[in-house]
Each structure stands twice: as C-alpha cells, then as structure tokens.
C-alpha cells in the first residue's frame, strides 16, 4: 500500500549537484526509516545514505562529504543532495522506507531515477 516515488534525476557533468526528492504516500503504517539505494549496471544495489525519524544521518563511508540526506517527516518526504559528483555515481537511485507492520519490519521501494554523470 506505500507508494515511493523518487524525482530528480537526469544528466549532469562531472563536479556538478543534483537533489533526488522522494515522496511517500498510500500507507497507514509508521516509517521508521527512509534512504537512497543505488545500483549501476553489473553491481549490486548499494546502500548511499539513510536517515532516521530523529534526524540521525549515515553514509556509505566513501560518499561521505559529498552527499546529503535530510528529511520532512511532516511531508514524508526525504531528499539527497548530491555535490562533486564523478562518473562512478552513475546509477539508478532508489527511494526506500522502512515500515513497520504487525511488529515486523519491510523494506518498500520506488522505482528509481537515473543519474547519469558526463565528462
């Protein structure tokens, strides 16, 4: 029943900024956490940064000072401000709630927005 849904993707050069906005919507379930996946083509889906109700951010150790997450829990809403970007962050972003149901914990996700980072 949660809807994600990322915006904000597109093609910028390398050292440029982005910002990913997710929404989310649809569930009468509690988020307990929101974050930014990502995946490029061969590898696995990585974790880039996840933020908690309180506030509390943290980071893939190597995106750390290059990537921002916040969060509008008023909203439901979380952002990823992306500075310095280089070639390698190219990938499909993707927007992920933790929610919790009946005491279990799930994972809920969009469907993603391309980043492609040119020369």
């Known amino acids: 029943q949660l809807e994600l849904v990322e915006s904000g993707g597109g093609l910028v050069q390398a050292g440029g900024s982005l910002r990913l906005s997710c929404v989310a919507s649809g569930s009468r379930f509690s988020i307990i956490t929101m974050g930014w996946y990502r995946q490029a083509p061969g590898k696995q889906r990585e974790l880039v940064a996840r933020?908690?109700?309180?506030?509390?951010?943290s980071y893939a150790d190597s995106l750390r000072g290059r990537f921002s997450i916040s969060r509008d829990n008023a909203q439901n809403m979380v952002y990823l401000q992306m500075n310095s970007l280089k070639l390698e962050d190219t990938a499909v972003y993707y927007c992920d709630a933790l929610v919790g149901r009946g005491g279990l914990n799930y994972h809920y996700w969009g469907q993603g927005t391309q980043v492609t980072v040119s020369l």
């Open positions: 933020i908690t109700n309180g506030g509390t951010a």
